[in-house]
């Protein structure tokens, strides 16, 4: 069974920096795609970053564009988040989700990913 959990969120204040974590396990990344996502109160979710374990790609939302890093750990089976210079506006739920058998160009659409894990919530203070 497929199975993600975020962990890492957190209060942290402007400026600063966090990072979260993706455990993953029923699964190796072998060609799946692991997308972060965020969902502020009373907005959509949307995708923040995403990693394609077929050619090693990283792509990332426009706004957090050179704040934010996407990582594996393979041998633990983990993809992080790293979030740097955080904002205001990056407070959110954050959440993991992955998709097999992904050999696309870009990241998955939100609704192509089948397997979500539960959110982290992180707060930045001004």
């Known amino acids: 069974e497929v199975q993600l959990q975020a962990s890492g969120g957190g209060l942290v204040q402007a400026g600063g920096s966090l990072r979260l974590s993706c455990a993953a396990s029923?699964?190796?990344?072998?060609?799946?795609?692991i997308g972060w996502f965020r969902q502020a109160p009373g907005k959509e979710r949307e995708g923040v970053s995403c990693?394609?374990?077929?050619?090693?790609?990283?792509y990332y939302e426009d706004s957090v564009k050179g704040r934010f890093t996407i990582s594996s750990d393979n041998a633990k089976n983990t993809v992080y988040l790293q979030m740097n210079s955080l904002k205001p506006e990056d407070t959110a739920v954050y959440y993991c989700a992955a998709r097999g058998l992904w050999f696309g160009l870009s990241c998955p659409e939100t609704i192509e990913y089948t397997s979500w894990g539960q959110g982290t919530l992180v707060t930045v203070s001004s």
């Open positions: 990693i394609s374990f077929s050619d090693g790609k990283r």
């Open positions: 029923g699964f190796t990344f072998d060609d799946y795609a």
